[in-house]
């Protein structure tokens, strides 16, 4: 069974940084891509960033050139820095993953506010 925990979410003002961790139960190389998603209240869930097994990654437009996704295969952990952090960007942060057999997983999920 894959579990994914998500941490490092809380309470920024606008234009702070927060960096979201996603540890993995086992190695990322299980999986062909992670990513990270968002739900705001009243709206679908929605893609953020997404990164392969071979470290291309893909980012939503509203995010490109704040958000960098990376991940450590080591650790087994993904990352999602965030930097110039707007309100709009409030959201509950999801983790994802495919594996190669194409299953998808979720994580718990943890709330990033940011304030005006």
């Known amino acids: 069974q894959v579990q994914l925990v998500e941490s490092g979410g809380g309470l920024v003002q606008a234009g702070g940084s927060l960096r979201l961790s996603c540890a993995a139960s086992?190695?990322?190389?299980?999986?062909?891509?992670m990513g990270w998603y968002r739900q705001a209240p009243g709206k679908p869930r929605e893609l953020v960033a997404t990164i392969t097994s071979g470290s291309s990654t893909n980012y939503a437009d509203s995010v490109k050139g704040r958000f960098t996704i990376s991940r450590d295969n080591a650790k087994n952990t993904v990352y999602l820095q965030m930097t110039s952090l707007k309100p709009d960007d409030t959201a509950v942060y999801y983790c994802?993953?495919?594996?190669?057999?194409?299953?998808?997983?979720w994580g718990q999920g943890t709330q990033v506010t940011v304030s005006a």
């Open positions: 086992g190695s990322l190389l299980n999986f062909n891509t």
């Open positions: 994802n993953a495919i594996t190669w057999a194409v299953r998808s997983y």
